[in-house]
């Protein structure tokens, strides 16, 4: 099956993932500092529910349309937020910078994550804490939407695996209830993750 094209789905006027955070986030940042890398942010309604938090928010996705979307979202919501049109194959943030990292439903082939995962630990600051949620391998069998390649998708086996150098705080596969924009409706099988960098 072929992937998506970003900034074509992201034309559309709806918001494809909806405006409301997701909820695994929202559940969670309070235990993010500022500043906040989010990786594949999309259009933004992630980094808006973080920004209206207090948090400073560094939002980097490959979709220019998408980071369009998201700052035209922020500044209807009063905040704002610094934006990076980046491929993350090639994306290499800086050591001991950030107080979050947030990765929601971005997912990634494992070259790719091979390379930026031990990079998104690095550019926490001890202490920080990265958050990620994503579709998990056994989402293959459902249709509630996620990648169809299995390499695209987590266990709870590869993110002990690749992110080394976090204490967990949580590691669970579960099933639940997603209902975040039409493209994420429906039972889903997800990969969730909190992970402490050590002080
Ligand atoms: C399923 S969407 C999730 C968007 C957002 N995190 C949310 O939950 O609303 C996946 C996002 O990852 C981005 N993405 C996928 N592969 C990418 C890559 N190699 N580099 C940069 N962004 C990428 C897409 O542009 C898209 O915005």
């Given at each position: 099956?072929s ?27 309070n235990l993010l ?23 400073k ?16 979202l ?14 993350l ?5 800086q ?5 979050g990292?947030?990765?929601?439903y ?23 804490i ?6 998990s ?25 690749e ?37």
């Amino acid at each position: 099956m072929s992937r998506p094209d970003w900034n074509a789905r992201f034309s559309e006027s709806e918001f494809a993932y909806g405006t409301e955070p997701n909820s695994f986030l929202a559940e969670n940042a309070n235990l993010l500092t500022t500043p906040v890398l989010s990786i594949g942010e999309g259009e933004g309604r992630n980094a808006v529910f973080m920004a209206t938090q207090g948090l400073k928010v560094h939002a980097v996705d490959g979709s220019s349309v998408g980071l369009g979307k998201a700052e035209r979202l922020a500044a209807s919501h009063g905040v704002t937020f610094s934006t990076e049109v980046a491929d993350l194959k090639d994306f290499e943030p800086q050591p001991t910078t950030y107080g979050g990292v947030v990765s929601i439903y971005a997912h990634l082939p494992s070259v790719v994550r091979g390379k930026l995962y031990p990079l998104l630990v690095q550019t926490l600051k001890p202490g920080g804490i990265l958050i990620l949620e994503s579709y998990s391998e056994d989402q293959l069998n459902r249709s509630t939407g996620g990648p169809r390649e299995l390499d695209r998708l987590l266990t709870c086996d590869k993110i002990e695996s690749e992110l080394v150098g976090l204490e967990t705080v949580l590691l669970q596969e579960i099933d639940r209830e997603v209902v975040e924009g039409k493209f994420h409706t429906g039972m889903a099988s997800v990969i969730q993750f909190i992970g402490r960098k050590p002080v």
